[in-house]
């Protein structure tokens, strides 16, 4: 199953760890980062991972949703049958690893 993250978040932070302080950073061009160097001085390692950055930014995201696994929804109570829960919401047993479109989260898992 492919793993999916929250790119904006992703690329900020990793923006941060590597180019807000960056005395070779020297600007925007369209959008993107700029780099400028002087004859003779290499770019540091970190400046090929920004590129890596921004190819990332442009690649386009997954169509994907956040579901709330039975097991974790406010609508569930436990059940007599190994493995289920009872949804209150569908007034039915399903599996734990289940979920539908009415999931809510349960206000203590975060």
Known sequence: MAEFIDKQAFLEEQRHLYCENCEKRKGMKCGKM??????GDAPCRACGYG???????????ADVWEVVHCADCAHAEESLVSGCVYCNEMERARIKEGFCAWGERKANDG
Request: charged share 35%.
């Open 34 to 39: 700029q780099f400028v160097y002087e004859i």
């Open 51 to 61: 590129d890596v950055l921004d190819e990332l930014e442009d690649f386009p995201a």
